[in-house]
């Protein structure tokens, strides 16, 4: 079936950086773009920025720009998401979501979220 | 940047009765507009697209209505299983996206 399988927990310390990794299988990788989307406990959902996995272009929300870094490996449909300097306020749960290339659409098949916690 | 503002944050009903959520964009989004409902501990899920439309698998007791900045979701007869929070989000500006803040419906 169609699913997106992200990695598991992280704990990172102030300063550092994580990549989450979300794996797409059922459906063609390159046919829609990969979105992330990340909520603080108790929060409301906040966009992140998008890639599509066919040319490898991107587009961050502004909030996250020049920390937040998002690459595919194609050969094994994979998107990934890295983001640096991470301090306290960063702790939240990150999903990764398609959307057909084509677009404008809605995130229709969404990762199961990983945990990232930063703390010293 | 596109703000969207749902309301009311909380929104208490009785099983069995309707619910209706609001959700306003700052300019229009046309029909560019979704509803997500999540659950604790789950990601969320697509209920709503085109403002109207809904996803595969979602029950005709959802239903989706307006245009340009004015959304609505109905609920039309809470099942135990509706109660959760609901996000809306605008795909006007794509590639670029926002959510409203949410609305949690809990059991009156």
């Known amino acids: 079936q169609v699913q997106l399988v992200q990695s598991g927990a992280e704990v990172k310390k102030p300063g550092a950086s994580v990549k989450v990794s979300c794996k797409a299988s059922g459906y063609t990788f390159t046919s829609y773009d990969i979105n992330w989307v990340r909520q603080a406990t108790g929060q409301g959902l906040e966009w992140m920025g998008w890639?599509?996995?066919?040319?490898?272009?991107?587009g961050y929300a502004q909030k996250f720009q020049g920390r937040v870094t998002m690459t595919r490996n194609t050969s094994i449909s994979t998107a990934y998401m890295e983001l640096s300097s991470l301090r306290s306020e960063d702790t939240a749960v990150y999903y990764c979501?398609?959307?057909?290339?084509?677009?404008?659409?809605?995130?229709?098949?969404w990762g199961q979220g990983t945990m990232v916690t930063v703390s010293s | 940047e596109i703000v969207m503002t749902q309301s009311p944050a909380t929104l208490s009903v009785s099983p069995g009765e309707r619910a209706t959520l609001s959700c306003r964009a700052s300019?229009?989004?046309?029909?560019?507009l979704a509803w997500y409902q999540q659950k604790p501990g789950q990601a969320p899920r697509l209920l709503i697209y085109g403002a109207s439309t809904r996803a595969t698998g979602i029950p005709a007791r959802f239903s989706g209505s307006g245009s340009g900045t004015e959304f609505t979701l109905t609920i039309s007869s809470l099942q135990s299983e509706d109660f959760a929070v609901y996000y809306c989000?605008?795909?006007?500006?794509?590639?670029?996206?926002?959510f409203g803040q949410g609305t949690k419906l809990e059991i009156k």
């Open positions: 989000q605008q795909y006007n500006n794509w590639p670029q996206y926002t």
């Open positions: 300019q229009s989004v046309s029909s560019n």
């Open positions: 979501a398609r959307v057909d290339i084509y677009g404008p659409g809605a995130f229709d098949i």
């Open positions: 890639m599509n996995p066919n040319s490898g272009n991107t």
